[in-house]
């Protein structure tokens, strides 16, 4: 098939490089050449979520059906939406589709035995998508949960900042094993309140990629929030790192959301004032100890 992939930064290099070898024709778009080939049989977005809503005016599709799959994790902080809506905002007609998961583009392009999973609304496109990325280093399941998928992502950058910021602090594996824990459990209270199925969360795209976040220090995420743990201020911590933190702008874009529905979400909102209020770590985690005392539930 031949596949158009816009972005070519680690992660969209990473996985044109896997279709490659797997006998598809990729041509990849980036820094204003956005476009796309009348004979491409599908777009993969695999750009910062951020720039997306001002691309995607850029592309003209022969057809608007050509299908679309998002390698991108974020929330939108204009507009609160994610990329799947985004997308369909501006082709109503395209079929739209989202692979996520525990997955490094430094291993994948080791060719690392990775486990994603591939959603869509469309049945049809879920299978598409999963037999072509499907191979001998990467499964890929499939599901209809679009939006459990997406919120995953997104959401599993945002508390990976906060497992950095506790290994920032030079706390323990204790803390950060129960930082964890209650952030999966925020996740999934924030994911199944706008639609998303409880056992997604818990699944690849959610607890699997938060785990692979918050502990590898290849994350970019984690690696920052540790910056802010120990004490730098958020321009210094970014600096830190090549290429961009997706978990920043998706924590400003987040907290608007949690107010705007009024979502308990304590570790989210202790973490945006951290990064945007300049609230010192160690006090945003005396905060969360000082919570009143409750029963273990979602």
Known sequence: MNISILGKGAWGKAIGELLQTQGHTIRWHDKGDFKIPDHAGMIIIALPTQVIRGVLPELYLQSEKIPIVSLSKGIDIQSGQRVSQIVTARWPAAPVAALSGPSLATEIHQKVPTAMVAASLDDNLASQVQNIFHGPFLRVYRSRDLAGVEWGGALKNIYALAAGMCAGLGLGENSLAGL??????????????????????????????????????????????????????????LDSVDGICEGVPSTEALHRILHSQKIDAPVAEELYQVIFKSKPPKQALLSLLARDPREERG
């Open 180 to 237: 964890v824990t209650r952030s999966l459990t925020e996740m999934t209270r924030i994911a199944v309140h706008f639609g998303a199925h409880e056992q997604t969360l818990h699944g690849l795209s959610g607890m699997g990629d938060l785990v692979l976040t918050s502990y590898s220090r290849a994350s970019r995420n984690r690696r920052v929030g540790e910056r802010l743990g120990a004490g730098d201020p958020l321009e210094k911590a």
